[in-house]
């Protein structure tokens, strides 16, 4: 659902004028207005300011705007406002001001104040106006945040009315009070949504003296006068339906108009859905299928393992046993003593050597199962990654239907 700027503009237009703006200037591309302290407050977001008036008592200066709705219309009148006053300004000052002289220089009616900072700097420029006095200018078109924001507030300050039907003069003077029925009104939004959507508006009412359901309720109330006064030499009936049957009897009438629609868009999306489902299916599916790559110690690896252990083991045993004799045997001769220092040596040396070789071993394991690790931890990603893809499709495609009520009120008619 979209609106054209002539649409914004009557949107806006009666937003203002329902908050009693002042409406200082209008064209068909723009609207400048004063805004009311209820518009103030629900558009400028100033909570402090406001909150200061209300503790002080202080006279509050509300803001003013100018919502442009056709920024090109509106540029285009600029200049041609700015053209004809150009051309209109020389013939104006010679007319005013004579003929130029010598003495005739900053003797119009135009001509710059002196000021004291204009003595000494020469003639300054004009700053820019702030204050309350200000007019801010804001383009106001679909989409716009100004115009999403002045949505929220009519929706949140006409969410519910309670409206009553102006009598006629004549009736004001009657002996006999004139009778109100009363009449429950919803605004539906229906929301037909898949990778397209559309947007329909039901605005359905119901008697809650009788029950009846009349659709396209909005033109009957724009052939009335409503205010939110009670008039004069007029009588409100009793409700004989409670607002929740009433709510529930709305419901289920536009349930039963919902299922007579034509659901062939429906149909289409789901073959869409299918067939995005199919294409994520097949790729993330040869992705997975890919071996991951797992651990696995050679037999070479392993053996030579095996083997420097035992020789480890072996040569710790020949050690132990070189020290025993050594130390119980304390009256065997130095020549014998020698050979079994230098046996020790040669013993400890060969220890030192197998394990600096059985050292790079270890490392290459480590390093192989880090790399197990690794691919197994990007495995589980990818899978997370497939699960979210199919999730975002079927969300985009899937076909839904949403009801909304937007807006909703008591009508006391006649």
Request: glycine fraction near 6%.
């Amino acid at each position: 659902m979209t609106m054209s700027p002539q649409e914004v503009q009557a949107y806006v237009t009666t937003y203002l004028e329902a908050m009693e703006c002042q409406i200082m200037e209008r064209s068909p591309a723009h609207i400048t207005v004063k805004l009311s302290p209820e518009a103030d407050k629900a558009l400028t977001n100033r909570p402090y300011y406001w909150g200061f008036v209300e503790r002080t008592g202080a006279p509050a200066e509300t803001m003013s705007f100018t919502f442009v709705f056709d920024p090109a219309a509106h540029q285009q009148a600029i200049e041609a406002a700015e053209a004809r006053a150009a051309q209109a300004s020389p013939s104006l000052s010679a007319s005013q001001n004579g003929p130029v002289g010598p003495g005739s220089a900053g003797s119009g009616p135009d001509a710059p104040k002196e000021t004291i900072l204009g003595r000494y700097f020469g003639i300054t420029p004009a700053l820019p106006q702030l204050g309350p006095g200000r007019i801010l200018r804001e383009d106001v078109v679909y989409g716009s945040r100004r115009l999403q924001q002045i949505f929220e507030a009519a929706r949140e300050g006409g969410a519910f009315v309670n409206l009553f039907e102006q009598a006629p003069k004549r009736q004001l003077r009657a002996a006999v009070p004139a009778v109100y029925e009363p009449w429950l009104g919803v605004c539906f939004k229906v929301e037909f949504a898949c990778d397209l959507k559309r947007e329909e508006l039901h605005f359905l009412g119901i008697s809650l003296r009788t029950g009846e359901i009349i659709e396209q309720f909005g033109s009957k109330l724009n052939r009335r006068d409503l205010s939110p006064r009670l008039a004069e030499n007029m009588h409100v009936q009793t409700a004989k339906v409670s607002l929740s049957d009433a709510g529930a009897a709305l419901e289920k009438h536009l349930t039963r108009r919902l299922l007579e629609l034509d659901y062939g868009w429906a149909e289409q999306a789901k073959a869409r859905l299918d067939l995005e489902l199919a294409v994520v299916d097949a790729y993330y599916e040869a992705v997975l299928r890919e071996d991951t790559p797992e651990v696995e110690l050679d037999d070479n690896s392993s053996g030579a393992g095996r083997d420097s252990a035992s020789t480890g083991q072996e040569l710790g045993t020949n050690s132990m046993r070189i020290q025993t004799i050594a130390g119980d045997h304390s009256h065997v001769s130095p020549v014998n003593r020698i050979s079994a220092g230098m046996a020790g040596l040669e013993t400890h040396s060969d220890a030192e050597l197998a394990a600096e070789q059985a050292v790079p071993l270890d490392e290459e394991t480590d390093t192989e199962q880090e790399k197990a690790r690794q691919a197994v931890l990007d495995r589980e990603a990818m899978k997370l990654q497939y699960e979210t893809r199919r999730t975002e499709m079927i969300w985009q495609y899937e076909p839904k239907v949403k009801v909304t009520a937007i807006s909703s009120g008591m009508f006391h008619l006649r």
